[in-house]
């Protein structure tokens, strides 16, 4: 069913990330089926699914069930289906994980997905909104992981050069250099943090000279 949503749904989802497409995948289908099992089938409206840029919107005609509050939604709660003779067989034949659970489910898994957690309103009708990351929040994203990906290449250089310093201690610059895949100022920077750091020392010149290994 939320299949049909998948090329507007995954705009914003890293195309290789294939976990994160499938889980939203799920939350949005167990959004629309609970909204199918759960509406009020005396009414004359239908179950209304509108995807826009930053959110998508379930709208279900028809009321919570009495003592069903849309606060208790956000927590555990008691399993009150409005349509008991749908609800088990959709859960039967795996359209919903489990009876009474669905709520949470969603909410657990867009936290997972690093959205924003559903709302859930009661006017008239019943809605639900699943979040989508805005451009704003896709950049701070990016720029985010691009800052880890930078501090991990540090973190792997500042390994890497004490580990070979380790193996031989007269190893020069240059060669930490070719070993690492870095320019030589990369690498006196490395070093400069390893003297600094008490974890090496130099004995001797630049020539003839080597280092030793503190901790």
């Avoid at 193996?167 to 610059?173: M, S």
Wanted: hydrophobic fraction near 35%.
């Amino acid at each position: 069913m939320g299949r049909f949503f998948e090329p507007f749904l995954f705009e914003e989802l890293p195309a290789k990330d294939v976990s994160a497409q499938q889980a939203y995948l799920t939350e949005v289908t167990e959004t629309i089926v609970n909204a199918v099992v759960h509406r009020d089938y005396l009414s004359t409206g239908s179950v209304q699914v509108m995807l826009f840029k930053d959110r998508l919107e379930v709208w279900n005609p028809g009321r919570l069930p009495k003592g069903m509050t849309v606060e208790k939604l956000n927590g555990e709660h008691a399993s009150l289906p409005v349509n008991p003779l749908l609800a088990n067989p959709v859960y039967l034949a795996g359209y919903i994980e489990q009876v009474g659970t669905g709520t949470n489910d969603v909410i657990d898994r867009c936290v997972e997905l690093g959205l924003r957690k559903p709302e859930f309103r009661q006017d008239e009708d019943f809605m639900v909104t699943l979040w989508r990351r805005t451009e704003t929040e896709i950049d701070q994203s990016d720029s985010e992981s691009k800052e880890k990906s930078k501090e991990k290449s540090k973190e792997n250089t500042l390994d890497k050069v004490y580990r070979l310093i380790s193996e031989n201690p007269k190893i020069t610059t240059v060669e930490l250099a070719e070993l690492c895949g870095v320019g030589e100022n990369s690498i006196y920077k490395t070093v400069r943090k390893l003297r600094e750091s008490g974890r090496i020392v130099r004995k001797g010149g630049d020539k003839g000279g080597e280092w030793e290994i503190i901790g």
